[in-house]
């Protein structure tokens, strides 16, 4: 079992910058994928970035794209997302996701995913 906490989000004016942390404990010895979600109020949950084991790899979403960062630190099994340029249409609840690949990929399908974090909001004023 793994379990993930999110923190790092708030409310920003738009223009304005976050960074979501994203922890994961419990059975992390083997390697693994990570990526970010979002869902906004009254629609689907979609994809924002992924990382592959290394760290290597990264891969995000058009609406991101410049914007987003995402990173990884394995010597503290921690994800990260830097969000600058922060928009209203990035009002949405981010989530993380795990997936065991020793590969040098990322995934972007949420079905893909092993396990969730319960989310953190993020509110973008304008």
């Known amino acids: 079992q793994v379990q993930l906490v999110e923190s790092g989000g708030g409310l920003v004016q738009a223009g304005g910058s976050l960074r979501l942390s994203c922890a994961a404990s419990?059975?992390?010895?083997?390697?693994?994928?990570m990526g970010w979600f979002r869902q906004a109020p009254g629609k689907e949950r979609d994809f924002v970035a992924a990382?592959?084991?290394?760290?290597?790899?990264?891969y995000y979403a058009d609406s991101v794209k410049g914007r987003f960062t995402i990173s990884r630190d394995n010597a503290k099994n921690t994800v990260y997302l830097q969000m600058n340029s922060l928009k209203p249409d990035d009002t949405a609840v981010y989530y993380c996701?795990?997936?065991?690949?020793?590969?040098?990929?990322?995934?972007?399908?949420?079905?893909?995913?092993?396990?969730w974090g319960q989310g953190t909001q993020v509110t973008v004023s304008s």
């Open positions: 996701a795990f997936k065991y690949y020793s590969g040098n990929y990322y995934f972007l399908n949420e079905r893909q995913y092993d396990y």
């Open positions: 419990g059975r992390t010895f083997s390697s693994y994928a």
């Open positions: 990382i592959s084991w290394s760290g290597g790899r990264t």
